[in-house]
């Protein structure tokens, strides 16, 4: 069972990995250090997703917001977090494996 616990803001700080927002109208994708958005290490990040504008099309609001998918898989790795981590995380290499095959 995937436990889908939410991922909080200050775990992204603490492990220094970046959130990834995208919007839905026109798919552009930008990350953002978690050490500057402004919240308590609480904070569940799926409550930032009103919080950010599209640089490209300027839509406000509605973003999704996650985990950096790679940094934040190899962080519940390494601290033992299996149980948060989705079949679809499975699918991400380990760290250090070659990125390019
Ligand atoms: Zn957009």
Do not use: Y
């Not at 919007?23 to 953002?32: D, F, I, K, Q």
Request: charged fraction near 30%.
């Amino acid at each position: 069972m995937v436990d889908l616990q939410p991922v909080r803001l200050g775990e992204l700080r603490k492990a220094n990995v970046p959130l990834a927002v995208s919007c839905p109208l026109c798919s552009h994708r930008a990350n953002v250090d978690p050490v500057r958005v402004r919240g308590p290490d609480s904070l569940d990040i799926k409550e930032l997703t009103s919080r950010f504008r599209c640089q490209k099309c300027l839509r406000h609001g509605g973003m999704s917001v996650t985990a950096e998918t790679k940094p934040w898989v190899w962080h519940l790795r390494r601290t033992r977090q299996f149980h948060r981590i989705s079949p679809m995380m499975k699918m991400i290499r380990d760290e250090g494996e070659d990125e390019q095959a």
